[in-house]
């Protein structure tokens, strides 16, 4: 692939305008387009050139990246936030809003993440087969909202894909104790499950996951054993010469964390042209480490290293440091839907 995902691109016979969201099979690429934000259509590379802003000839040369190419940014995740309170809330909810294609047919649908509740939520889940993570998501989701996860081709029901979620509810008094569910999406249930969604008011396939969000008695009485119990373990682990200090969990802070840095040097420091390869290389380690201390210290249980891909010399840097720390339990650099090869995943214990 020439283009990795958030990168601004013409249609080489149209000028019509766009960024790429996804990489789809076949040697395709599914673009976002600029005049209709709602409407994305799987492409072929090669009808594609680089968006540089200028006005280009329709059928302008292919673009090939360089090593010193910086990573385009990637499009934000859509948040939808209603507009009225829903008097009979359901819950939470995945639905998967179809998604035609210029002839009618769908061969992918938009995947959200719906809070019709009036509370406000964590969470970590992952859409996944046999073969594959489809969609992996890690953030904050506020009350009455809609959150855009990603896209599940048409293909992929044939796999039998599966969702694990694990969800907090955030209260005055601090997180709730988590709820999980693992949810098996079948064809012959998504198929059978199409309604309005709220908050999107669309036709989409729906599978409601959560719609009490009371913890169990019995069960929260366990899991503070339980944490306390691994409270008392990880005091007795040794503590590595980068070991973080135990600190009172801030609920705040954790409900703010970002789980991911960019460590592109224009993203932390202005002017960067007049900086060398070595003050570079510095900066960009120190908000790696202070990113990397806030993260253990939150108890956050998975982050992405954002770094690029380039000559691969911070990567290893960053991999050395990992795996000096007692508090990761795995990383790992593989292709990423979001990411592409230029982010090391990150997994604490």
């Known amino acids: 692939m020439l283009f990795a995902i958030g990168t601004k691109v013409r249609f080489r016979y149209t000028g019509e305008r766009g960024v790429i969201t996804a990489q789809l099979d076949g040697g395709m690429l599914q673009v976002r387009l600029e ?20 006005e280009p000839a329709l059928a302008g040369a292919r673009f090939v990246p360089g090593k010193k190419e910086k ?35 769908v061969s992918r649908y938009k995947v959200w993440l719906v809070n019709d509740t009036t509370f406000e939520f964590l969470f970590d889940l992952e859409l996944f087969t046999d073969k594959a993570t489809l969609i992996r998501a890690q953030d904050k989701l506020p009350a009455t909202t809609v959150l855009e996860l990603g896209d599940l081709l048409y293909d992929d029901l044939s796999d039998l894909p599966e969702l694990d979620i694990a969800l907090e509810r955030i209260t005055t008094d601090g997180l709730d104790a988590a709820l999980t569910r693992r949810q098996k999406i ?64 801030d609920i705040e802070e954790y409900a703010h964390f970002e789980p991911e840095i960019d460590l592109h040097i224009e993203n932390l420091t202005p002017g960067p042209a007049r900086l060398d390869r070595s003050q570079i290389v510095r900066i960009q380690l120190q908000h790696f480490h202070r990113f990397l201390d806030k993260a253990i210290r939150l108890g956050v249980p998975r982050v992405f290293i954002i770094h690029g891909v380039g000559e691969g010399k911070l990567r290893e840097t960053i991999a050395d440091e990992l795996r000096r720390r007692p508090e990761v339990h795995k990383f790992k650099n593989e292709y990423h839907t979001k990411y592409g090869y230029g982010a090391t995943e990150v997994v604490f214990h």
């Open 35 to 54: 005049n209709d934000p709602d409407f994305e259509i799987p492409t072929f590379e090669e009808d594609l050139i680089r968006d540089t802003g200028a």
């Open 71 to 105: 990573e385009p940014p990637r499009p934000p995740r859509r948040e939808i936030r209603g507009q009225y309170l829903i008097l009979k809330p359901k819950g939470v909810l995945l639905a998967f809003e179809p998604m035609p294609g210029r002839d009618g047919s």
């Open 186 to 249: 079948r064809p012959k249930q998504f198929f059978n499950s199409l309604q309005t969604a709220p908050i999107l008011n669309v036709l989409a396939y729906q599978f409601l996951l959560f719609s009490s969000f009371e913890p169990d008695k019995k069960k929260s009485d366990t899991d503070l054993r339980d944490y306390t119990r691994q409270s008392v373990q990880n005091k007795r682990r040794p503590a590595g010469p980068n070991a973080v200090p135990f600190r009172a969990f």
